[in-house]
């Protein structure tokens, strides 16, 4: 199949239907409606459901069920939505459903603006809801990875029965570029014997996140670790770019990890040498891709549209061996090249 030129909002919303989702329900929100536009012109083709929600609540629970039936099944916001499906996404989580989950992530706190950011990180990656629980969180970098991690993301969820996030940002979701939708990667997973499905031939499934024995409650979130541990074993992704002889490496995700990406270029071009740890999995966090270069790197630096989230778990990877500084900025401003290149500069000790 050749390559179409594609917003990456509708891109993420084709990858879906590419990867056999044939459900989606959801709330309008800007930057991210046209996935719902797209899906709601497309679904209807494939004999599938769109349903726009009265609330993101009712949305999430309706994906809810829909996972409890074992179908496959997505949902889309941007971050404010996304805080209101935190409940219903603990409860999914809790019930060990896969789903598919999109944040294309504007400015906050609170309302905040529709500029794009990064300033989800902690919700995605620490668990916005409550109890022990872990998403899975893919971060795109281009509108080919929008596609690629969307149909993987199905792939994941139905593997671990696990929920997955998507986490782009305003920038990735309005831009066009030439994409190639590719055979999905299907994975191993196990029948869904437990789905809802009807009793006929078979007991009762119950779906449920409820356990009113402490002890059980404990077994359950016992072996919700082990599944994450397993995640964490196995699913850690992430993109080194020039590390090998660098003695600054910069940490970034998505649409940052391309600004710093031309930055390094340039840096390198004075004689500076820079690389970068692009973590392509939020959680689990790449932790192993910084310890191969923690001893041949002399400090580190975060850079992000926030003012400082995932740095907390690249200084966690590092365990205070070597610097971790930062650089940032919030509220819908965007790093620019050149602010990078100044703090690069800034740690080797001024202009070379």
């Given at each position: ?197 009807g009793m006929k ?5 119950v779906i449920n ?129 050149e602010e990078v ?12």
């Amino acid at each position: 199949m050749g390559k179409t030129l594609m917003k990456g909002n509708e891109a993420i919303g084709e990858a879906a239907i590419q990867a056999g989702c044939r459900y989606f329900f959801g709330y309008p929100i800007t930057p991210q409606n046209e996935i719902p536009a797209y899906l709601a012109r497309r679904l209807p083709k494939e004999d599938g459901v769109f349903l726009q929600a009265e609330s993101e609540v009712s949305a999430i629970n309706m994906v809810y069920g829909a996972a409890g039936a074992g179908a496959r099944v997505m949902t889309s916001s941007s971050s404010p939505g996304i805080s209101l499906k935190t409940e219903g996404i603990s409860y999914i989580a809790g019930a060990q459903l896969p789903c598919v989950i999109v944040n294309i992530v504007r400015g906050g706190p609170g309302l905040g603006g529709i500029q794009p950011a990064q300033s989800d990180y902690f919700q995605a990656v620490k668990g916005g809801g409550h109890g022990d629980y872990r998403v899975v969180v893919l971060a795109p970098s281009t509108v080919q990875e929008l596609v690629d991690l969307t149909m993987d993301a199905f792939e994941i969820a139905d593997y671990y029965r696990n929920p997955v996030m998507i986490l782009g940002d305003g920038i990735l979701g309005q831009m066009m570029e030439p994409v190639e939708f590719k055979p999905l990667n299907k994975r191993d997973s196990k029948e869904k014997t437990w789905a809802t499905t009807g009793m006929k031939d078979r007991e009762q499934n119950v779906i449920n996140s409820l356990h009113m024995d402490p002890e059980g409650l404990e077994n359950h979130n016992l072996d919700l670790q082990e599944k994450y541990a397993e995640i964490t074993d196995k699913e850690a992704k992430s993109e080194s770019y020039k590390t090998e002889d660098a003695d600054i490496v910069i940490a970034a995700y998505g649409t940052t990890s391309r600004i710093c990406r031309t930055a390094i270029d340039q840096l390198r071009e004075e004689g500076i040498k820079v690389g970068m740890i692009r973590p392509i999995t939020l959680w689990p966090f790449p932790a192993d891709a910084f310890e191969e270069v923690v001893d041949s790197a002399s400090k580190f630096l975060t850079v992000e549209m926030s003012l400082g989230q995932m740095v907390e778990d690249v200084k966690l990877a590092i365990d205070g061996r070597k610097p971790v500084e930062f650089y940032g900025r919030t509220g819908g401003m965007i790093p620019s090249v050149e602010e990078v290149k100044e703090k690069v500069k800034e740690l080797v000790g001024g202009e070379k």
